[in-house]
């Protein structure tokens, strides 16, 4: 059971660091695709008008023509790559997005059930791109490491692992909060982040980030849609929107 939650654990931490695409406000999309059978049907460009869609900065490869903020730090700026993951059966492509360290902050895949390569890729990539929440960013608390600062981190954390070794008693401790019909870990992420998790799923719930204001977060659905919540006398209560545009609140209490 403790192995079984720990798994559960590290999925739900990978699933939240690949939803963190919305972090960012620039993208770089190369003129051209490492992988030479993605460079075909104006993917590119409709990649371009994708991202522009959901409000990122798209930048070109001319980095003397990128906006200040990008080009004092690059580490504000993630790579966008396309690759051709079509089988015989499907139209595929994947979009992987790399940091300033070469690190992929997360992929999305989509496919088309049409047979005909232009637009099948074309609409696979449409498909891509539903599943990216729209740019809402924050400041990358990032530094490009060379081989000899990531060596030096390496070493640290190893030390800083025997010191700090966690406590048995509260290891894989999880704050339970239910709205009457679903039972889920809180679990944080940092002191500025927290997710809402089902055990049984690996994608979280609801991602917390906080605001400027005390106890008031930016929260990102399972569904990628974006909205409001906050604590109140110990819930944990989130706006959600109807469907004639009036709002309601969910409440999650602690058990």
């Given at each position: 059971?403790?192995?079984?939650?720990?798994?559960?654990?590290?999925?739900?931490?990978?699933?939240?660091?690949?939803?963190?695409?919305?972090?960012?406000?620039?993208?770089?999309?190369?003129?051209?695709?490492?992988?030479?059978?993605?460079?075909?049907?104006?993917?590119?460009?409709?990649?371009?008008?994708?991202?522009?869609?959901?409000?990122?900065?798209?930048?070109?490869?001319?980095?003397?023509?990128?906006?200040?903020e990008?080009?004092?730090?690059?580490?504000?700026?993630?790579?966008?790559?396309?690759?051709?993951?079509?089988?015989?059966?499907?139209?595929k492509?994947?979009?992987?997005?790399?940091?300033?360290?070469?690190?992929?902050?997360a992929?999305?895949?989509?496919?088309?059930?049409?047979?005909?390569?232009e637009?099948?890729?074309?609409?696979?990539?449409?498909?891509?791109?539903?599943?990216?929440?729209?740019?809402?960013?924050?400041?990358?608390n990032?530094?490009?490491?060379?081989?000899?600062?990531?060596?030096?981190?390496?070493?640290?954390?190893?030390?800083?692992?025997?010191?700090?070794?966690?406590?048995?008693?509260?290891e894989?401790?999880?704050?339970?909060?239910?709205?009457?019909?679903?039972?889920?870990?809180?679990?944080?992420?940092?002191?500025?982040?927290?997710?809402?998790?089902?055990?049984?799923?690996?994608?979280?719930?609801?991602?917390?980030?906080?605001?400027?204001?005390?106890?008031?977060?930016?929260?990102?659905?399972?569904?990628?849609?974006?909205?409001?919540?906050?604590?109140?006398?110990?819930?944990?209560?989130?706006?959600?929107?109807?469907?004639?545009?009036?709002?309601?609140?969910?409440?999650?209490?602690?058990?």
């Amino acid at each position: 059971m403790k192995k079984f939650l720990q798994l559960s654990i590290l999925f739900l931490f990978a699933s939240f660091y690949g939803q963190n695409i919305s972090d960012y406000r620039y993208i770089y999309v190369p003129s051209e695709f490492s992988d030479v059978k993605a460079n075909k049907y104006g993917l590119n460009t409709l990649l371009n008008e994708k991202l522009k869609q959901k409000k990122f900065m798209v930048v070109a490869g001319d980095k003397t023509q990128w906006p200040e903020e990008a080009k004092q730090n690059p580490c504000e700026v993630l790579t966008a790559g396309l690759r051709d993951t079509s089988n015989m059966f499907k139209n595929k492509v994947a979009i992987d997005f790399v940091d300033c360290n070469n690190k992929t902050v997360a992929t999305v895949e989509g496919k088309s059930s049409i047979k005909e390569f232009e637009p099948g890729m074309r609409e696979a990539l449409e498909m891509a791109a539903k599943s990216i929440a729209v740019s809402s960013p924050v400041k990358q608390n990032i530094a490009v490491k060379t081989p000899a600062a990531q060596h030096q981190t390496q070493a640290v954390s190893v030390e800083e692992a025997s010191v700090h070794k966690p406590d048995p008693k509260t290891e894989n401790k999880a704050e339970i909060f239910s709205n009457g019909n679903l039972m889920l870990n809180r679990i944080f992420i940092s002191d500025s982040q927290f997710i809402l998790a089902n055990p049984n799923n690996s994608t979280p719930y609801a991602i917390f980030k906080a605001s400027t204001k005390k106890d008031v977060y930016r929260v990102q659905l399972q569904d990628g849609t974006q909205t409001l919540g906050y604590m109140e006398d110990g819930k944990i209560i989130i706006e959600l929107q109807s469907a004639d545009g009036s709002f309601r609140k969910e409440i999650f209490e602690g058990k």
